[in-house]
């Protein structure tokens, strides 16, 4: 029986703990890696890899203010990604569009986006580490970690490059379809969205196989 997560061991910000580990391992290219989009209606799925350098003991401090991206305002986001970008490593950031979700399906895509994410890395990782999700068939060694945009700070670095790189792109469409509301929902399925679709239909933004169903559920 698989152990049970336990919250408690949850720590008050994101630390260096499971990249310490490695590090001290010889295994000084650790790549985190986190996902953004998944449940949302319309536009790509994004996905962010970080490698933070093992030879900065400055790091914790100078990223101190970064959280899992769900915990922070889009201020806080939009001031810490440049940050996150010139600190780290390297980093990579890919996408998956919409009609591409349609086609292989979100659990396919799930798994795709990570693999383009470590692809567009410059520098290969001697380990990795997942929030949640176990890559199948990768073959560099990887952790995965329930919570791991919460305990592992080069997750939430990739939690935070991937929310702040998918917002901006669906402000940039929300010029396109203004009456959707997507600067304000970012492709999610907020009331006013989905009366959107319900009135005007589906754009090529919208991710079709999310979508079935809305046509009969009245939010009038």
């Known amino acids: 029986m698989a152990k049970r997560f336990d919250p408690a061991s949850i ?3 994101p630390t260096l703990d499971f990249e310490n580990a490695l ?3 010889g295994k000084v290219l650790v790549a985190g890696l986190d996902e953004a ?3 949302a209606l319309a536009g790509p799925l994004c996905a962010a890899a970080v490698i933070l350098p093992a030879d900065d003991p ?3 401090t100078k990223l101190f203010e970064v959280r899992d991206s769900k ?12 940050l ?7 980093f990579s950031i890919a996408w998956i569009e919409a009609d591409e979700i349609d086609t292989i399906g979100m ?6 986006i990570f693999y383009l994410a470590l692809q567009g890395l410059h520098l290969k990782p001697d380990h990795v580490l997942v929030d949640h999700f176990t890559i199948p068939g990768l073959e560099i060694a990887q952790t995965n970690l329930t919570k791991g945009d919460q305990r592992s700070l080069s997750i939430a670095c990739a939690s935070v490059l991937a929310k702040q790189a998918r917002d901006a792109r669906m402000i940039d469409l929300a010029e396109k379809y203004p009456a959707y509301f997507i600067a304000e929902n970012k492709g999610y399925g907020s009331p006013d969205h989905i009366k959107a679709i319900q009135k005007l239909g589906l754009t090529d933004i919208h991710r079709k196989s999310f979508c079935e169903g809305l046509f009969q559920l009245s939010l009038f």
């Open 107 to 112: 659990a396919r895509a799930g798994r795709e």
């Open 37 to 39: 989009g998944r449940g």
């Open 84 to 90: 996150i970008r010139e600190l780290a490593l390297d």
């Open 23 to 25: 590090w001290a391992k």
């Open 11 to 13: 720590p008050p910000w």
């Open 71 to 82: 915990q922070l305002s889009a201020f806080d986001r939009e001031k810490l990604a440049p």
């Open 58 to 60: 400055e790091i914790p």
